[in-house]
């Protein structure tokens, strides 16, 4: 058997690389859904901080800043 047909009979049967560009594709689709989740929630996770904010500092001030002054 020549040297090409063995080389092409291991590389036929290895699937190790296979295994790789499959792990790649999975990362990808995996950061591709939380791109897309990101987009479609970003502006009411941007809204809900917003509120925190505003509650946080409602609340010290109504407590007189006590709590930045200890």
Known sequence: MSK???????????????TAIEYGLLAAL???????TAGFLGD???????NVE???AAANKD???EAANK
Do not use: H, M
Not at 30 to 36: E, G, H
Not at 44 to 50: A, G, H, N, P
């Open 4 to 18: 090409l047909a063995k080389f092409s009979s291991r590389f036929l049967r290895d699937e190790e690389g296979a």
């Open 30 to 36: 995996i950061a591709v859904a939380i791109i897309t």
């Open 44 to 50: 009411e996770i941007d809204q809900t901080f917003t």
């Open 54 to 56: 505003k509650e946080l």
């Open 63 to 65: 407590n007189g800043g």
